[in-house]
């Protein structure tokens, strides 16, 4: 267990559709990343927040947001959804936000669009 | 462009062999981790070391960061051990700390 919470564990939603996962990152961490891994891109950065504020951004879609609340927890929103955006969503977190901590993964949230 | 390139892509042992998986990269790194997903999905830690060697039961991993590749050994394999095995780095020159992963190597260790 990394202690990295992520909820809920599958989400089957319809094209169109807006869904919401949420990350708990490990106590003490103020460093909050997504990471989508689908068949065709594999494991790909989306999003990195540090202490409530946005860090980093990789390849997420303007369709996409997140957040990461006071209490450190974090949410991903997709929006309009797309068969294409079926896929497992990790959270992962780490102390601080530079790029010499050790990242832990929580178990993902598997989507699929139908 | 930034890459991180794993082999081999498959690899099945039986059980109680030994074997070792590469990864290279094609810039300096400060961060460089390997992970093991099992049959579930999930991403599972299995080191952080982004230079010189550590153990940890039968796995060991070594990175030799001046000449871009990192190396992890799975002694007396068990069946466990199946699953896809990631590579991921964070570059010196990235976005912030992202990890870049690997396409990784999917091990199938059979009785």
């Known amino acids: 267990d990394s202690g990295v919470t992520q909820t809920p564990k599958h989400l089957i939603t319809a094209t169109g559709q807006r869904v919401t996962l949420r990350c708990s990152p490990r106590s003490g961490d103020l460093s909050v990343y997504w990471y989508q891994q689908s068949l065709d891109q594999g494991l790909q950065f989306l999003i990195q927040y540090y202490n409530g504020e946005e860090r980093a951004k990789g390849n997420i879609l303007e369709r996409f947001s997140a957040q990461q609340f006071p209490d450190l927890h974090s949410e991903l929103n997709l929006s309009s959804l797309e068969l294409g955006d079926s896929a497992l969503y990790f959270c992962a977190s780490s102390v601080v936000a530079n790029s010499y901590n050790e990242q832990f993964f929580g178990p993902g949230t598997r989507l699929t669009v139908l | 462009g930034i890459q991180v390139e794993q082999s081999p892509p498959d690899l099945i042992l039986q059980e109680g062999a030994n074997s070792t998986l590469r990864c290279n990269f094609s810039?300096?790194?400060?961060?460089l981790q390997w992970f093991h997903q099992n049959p579930w999905g999930q991403l599972i830690n299995l080191f952080y070391?982004?230079?010189g060697t550590k153990q940890n039961g039968r796995l060991s991993a070594t990175t030799v960061a001046t000449e871009r590749y990192s190396l992890l050994y799975i002694s007396s394999s068990q069946t466990t051990d199946s699953g896809v095995y990631f590579c991921?780095?964070?570059?010196?020159?990235?976005?912030?700390?992202?990890?870049?992963f690997g396409t990784g190597t999917r091990l199938q260790v059979t009785l």
């Open positions: 991921a780095v964070a570059f010196l020159t990235g976005t912030a700390s992202k990890l870049t």
């Open positions: 810039d300096s790194v400060n961060n």
């Open positions: 070391i982004p230079s």
